[in-house]
């Protein structure tokens, strides 16, 4: 970042999109949301005080993070959390960074799930417990499992639900339900790894830097989605769904393995922008 005596608001941001444009397409939000993370203040700030000057400290952070972020660390591991559904949660390069693809399964869940009486759900593939801690918060009646297979990942799922409140949340390791005994769940939910290896997507942006266990999967990127849908046969209720999140050209696919699973009333349903991305049997 070019130094200059003029250390205000308004020039560090300046001076760190022209920094940043080179590889973010997202550089001056990534400068604003770096500046409000090193200043503990929120966006509005930055706009009502273009000519704050920050404190020394201050300045010397953003320009670390500046250039973290240059070097393409997503920003969300840069300030440690990343907003889903309105609630604030913690994330670390153990963890997916939550994405407002995720929604659409939060969505139908709440749709399936009434506020007044008691269900049970589990959620794989946690990670940092978006799903799991969302639905314990929407619906305080529900008990909620959650699993994953990595520790690293549990602590934050568990730090997340401590945080959020979501006391009604009841994590275990296991790689899907390997070592789940409980049955009977109304739901079974995730959003598991679902993109081939060969997949050009993994090779930009903010994915270079995510756990590749949380993304690849073998056989074309189904290998997990095959899995999950034989095991939680056996774990659902009578009525009870699975709901998958998956690639938006991976429909075909995954419904013949919803087929083949034995699953009636399989449905793809579309996102925000027309794209099939989660399936439910
Ligand atoms: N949708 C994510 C992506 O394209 C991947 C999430 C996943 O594999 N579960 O980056």
């Known amino acids: 970042m070019s130094k200059s005596n003029d250390q205000s608001l308004l020039s560090l941001l300046i001076a760190a999109n022209e920094q940043l444009s080179r590889t973010s397409e997202t550089a001056m939000l990534d400068a604003e949301v770096l500046l409000c993370h090193c200043l503990n203040k929120n966006r509005s700030f930055l706009r009502a005080w273009p000519e704050h000057q920050p404190s020394e400290e201050q300045i010397a952070q953003f320009q670390i993070l500046v250039e973290q972020r240059a070097q393409g660390t997503p920003v969300a591991y840069l300030t440690g959390q990343r907003e889903f559904w309105s609630r604030n949660f913690k994330v670390s390069p153990d963890v997916l960074i939550p994405r407002p693809d995720t929604e659409l399964l939060i969505e139908l869940s709440l749709s399936l799930l009434p506020t007044d009486q008691p269900c049970k759900i589990i959620d794989l593939g946690t990670g940092s417990g978006i799903i799991a801690i969302t639905l314990a918060a929407e619906r305080p009646l529900t008990q909620v499992f959650a699993s994953d297979l990595s520790s690293a990942a549990l602590d934050v ?67 997990d989605i095959r899995q ?23 429909q075909t696919e995954v419904q013949a393995i919803f087929h083949e699973c034995g699953y009636r009333q399989i449905n793809t349903h579309a996102d925000l922008s027309g794209n099939p991305r989660v399936t439910s049997g």
């Open 157 to 223: 799922a568990r730090y997340n639900a401590q945080q959020l409140k979501a006391g009604n949340v009841r994590f275990a390791q296991s790689h899907w339900f390997d070592n789940i005994e409980e049955t009977g769940f109304d739901l079974v939910l995730s959003n598991p790894p679902y993109i081939a290896d060969n997949d050009p997507h993994l090779t930009i942006g903010d994915v270079r830097f995510e756990p590749d266990s949380a993304l690849i999967s073998p056989d074309n990127g189904l290998q």
């Open 228 to 250: 999950l849908a034989e095991q939680a046969r056996t774990h659902l209720k009578d009525q009870g769904q699975l709901l998958i999140e998956h690639g938006y050209n991976q």
